[in-house]
């Protein structure tokens, strides 16, 4: 937690909200070429694995409902 780059991060992100049944889509800003390829591998990889995310649910919003 923390020391990952910053495109780790983005698909972190968006692999953590692949990771809940209750959020049906996303709305990606996407820059270039390079944050589109780098936010179609991260969906192509699909939700965290429970262990991840566990761990970035840690970090998370605590009163989401949908993360709750």
């Not at 020391?3 to 990771?19: H, K, M, Q, W």
């Not at 800003?29 to 970035?56: M, Y």
């Amino acid at each position: 937690l923390g020391d990952e780059p910053v495109d780790a991060l983005a698909s972190i992100a968006l692999r953590f909200c692949l990771s809940f049944p209750a959020i049906s889509s996303l709305i990606l800003g996407i820059r270039d070429v390079a944050e589109l390829k780098v936010n179609l591998e991260a969906a192509r990889q699909g939700p965290l694995d429970a262990a991840a995310l566990e761990r970035w649910r840690a970090v998370a919003v605590d009163d989401d409902p949908l993360v709750s």
